[in-house]
């Protein structure tokens, strides 16, 4: 992997992906998406791995890209900047539309820019009470390149995302939850503990019914209703083939956990 990023699978199958540059805000390199691409591939190719985590080291989720980086590359040409987009970063949020294990992000601290739309990126939020949450672009002068237009509106609307987009104001964990964009603050002593929580009751279901929950409701969402009925309609077929499905009604039959 990397030094800028750590990863490692429990006993629980719960991978957990650090991104771990903390003196600069868990700010992502080039390095640092190369590793984090990497380790979303081995989580999704690995049986092993039933949930995924994503947290930062030290006191911040994640800056967004590196503004030093930034400075380094002003003189790059339209075609190199698109190629550095689409080739590099965008292969995140590519790679986690096709990840249908659930990924959770553990917002430890602040989270701005594509460091914010990163986590927006992920199945759920859970965030520390003290962390803060920007979409800084419009302060230097860009857009939203990893996807932010495309998450934001999805969870807090379009005119709210638009003003968030526009005037790059921070908002609390609390309010951040209150329009949608997390699905929970606690504590911050208590964060990784409830993350893991969450995460290890949903990697003790029955993981066919989990994934193709995910697939229905990111499906349902691009799809008429008919078309989304007929879709469930085999999903339903097939996992109720399976032994998960038997053992679990006799299980509850028998009131077993």
Partial sequence: MSDNLTFNIDENGVALITLNRPKRLNAFTFEMIDAWHAALLESKSNPEVKVIVITGAGKAFCSGGDIVEMVDRLDQTPAQRKAELFERIQRIPLALEDMDKPVIAAMNGAAAGAGLDL???????????????????????????????????????????????????????????????????????????????????????????????????????????????????????????????????????????
């Fill in 119 to 257: 986590a927006l990126m992920c199945d759920l939020r859970i965030a520390a009470r003290s962390a803060k949450f920007g979409e800084t672009y419009t302060k230097v002068g860009i857009v939203p390149g990893a996807g932010g237009a495309w998450f934001l509106p999805r969870l807090v609307g379009t005119a709210k995302a638009l003003e968030l987009f526009w005037t790059a104001e921070f908002l609390s964990a609390e309010k951040a939850e209150e329009i949608g964009m997390v699905n929970r603050v606690v504590d911050d002593a208590d964060l990784m503990n409830v993350t893991y929580a969450m995460a290890r009751k949903i990697a003790a279901s029955p993981q066919q019914s989990v994934r193709m929950i995910k697939r229905a409701v990111l499906a349902g969402m691009r799809s008429d209703l008919r078309t989304h009925l007929d879709m469930i309609s085999s999903h339903y077929a097939i996992v109720t083939s399976g032994k998960d499905h038997q053992e679990a009604v006799v299980r509850f039959v028998e009131k077993r956990s």
